[in-house]
């Protein structure tokens, strides 16, 4: 995970690694066992955000007790993930909704599942295709999961080696999944960070990059709440999500542009007084609202 900032300012916000998606992904009860996979343990890589998401029925292994974790997921099958992620109906009309692909008709063994991605605008083809069989990529990956969870930028850009290979329609994308925590590439052995944008997506991987991102959404908006107070002036320090885009206080208006913060502070503030706190969406929405005592 990123390395929380602080910003010493009378209100500081702390830029926690979550974003509000379009859809939000629905809580399922945990299974009272583990799966078990012969070619996937505990303690290997990818092995417990499989676990987390075979237990919520959003993916799973193969009848011969395998779960194959380095074989190439392909675009139909993210699609059968998102949509059970994310617990997407199955549009009315699939027939019309899937007419702009040649390569999808309704009898497709996943053709509720694209319909419902492409109805939902989270993940479509291009070029009068969806190409169901052809493997995602490592850069069409993070282009998918940024639109899905509406992710958004959040600290400083990552240098990888490689990425002017990048395609330009998926580079920034890929830049926002790595401030976000999903991924950070690989290190390669000159130390250098590397994406492998055009390589083809493993299924572990992808299981491990959907879970870090429905795990972000677990995040209150408003993460914490404290004050200081000297020579009569409260100045509140409260720590937030990255899609935050303003803070108020009572009648305090902070406008959070990215990371940069501007605020005022409270005079003459009596213990015991209750405050308000509302945090704000870029669009004005308002994603949670604080009640917060101040004491001595």
């Known amino acids: 995970m990123k390395t929380i900032k602080r910003f010493a300012l009378?209100?500081?916000?702390?830029?926690?690694?979550?974003?509000?998606?379009?859809?939000?992904?629905?809580?399922?009860?945990?299974?009272?066992?583990?799966?078990?996979?012969?070619?996937?343990?505990?303690?290997?890589?990818?092995?417990?955000?499989?676990?987390?998401?075979?237990?919520?029925?959003?993916?799973?292994?193969?009848?011969?007790?395998?779960?194959k974790p380095y074989a190439n997921i392909s675009r139909a099958q993210v699609a059968v993930m998102l949509t059970k992620a994310f617990k997407l109906p199955v549009p009315a009309n699939v027939d019309k909704v899937l007419a702009p692909y040649s390569d999808v008709k309704k009898d497709h063994m996943y053709a509720k599942e694209i319909a419902a991605v492409t109805a939902a605008n989270v993940f479509k083809g291009g070029t009068g295709k969806f190409n169901p069989n052809k493997p995602i990529t490592r850069q069409q990956m993070a282009t998918v999961l940024v639109k899905a969870f509406d992710l958004k930028a959040s600290g400083k850009t990552p240098q990888f080696a490689d990425a002017k290979q990048l395609d330009a329609i998926h580079r920034n994308n890929v830049n926002i999944l790595a401030q976000n925590g999903i991924s950070a590439g690989r290190a390669g052995k000159n130390g250098q960070l590397y994406f492998d944008g055009n390589v083809s997506l493993k299924r572990v991987q992808f299981a491990v990059f959907l879970d870090r991102a429905m795990k972000l959404q677990d995040k209150a908006a408003i993460q914490s709440v404290s004050h200081v107070s000297s020579a009569g002036f409260t100045n509140f320090k409260v720590s937030v999500r990255p899609d935050v885009h303003k803070v108020k206080v009572d009648a305090t208006d902070l406008q959070m542009s990215g990371v940069d913060l501007y605020t005022g502070a409270f005079y003459g503030l009596k213990n015991g007084v209750t405050v308000t706190i509302r945090a704000y969406s870029e669009t004005g929405k308002v994603l949670e609202t604080k009640s917060y005592v101040v004491t001595e």
């Open 10 to 67: 009378l209100l500081t916000a702390v830029a926690l690694l979550v974003t509000i998606p379009l859809f939000a992904p629905v809580p399922h009860a945990q299974a009272a066992a583990a799966p078990k996979f012969t070619d996937l343990k505990k303690g290997q890589n990818g092995y417990d955000e499989v676990v987390s998401l075979v237990s919520q029925q959003i993916i799973q292994g193969y009848g011969d007790g395998s779960f």
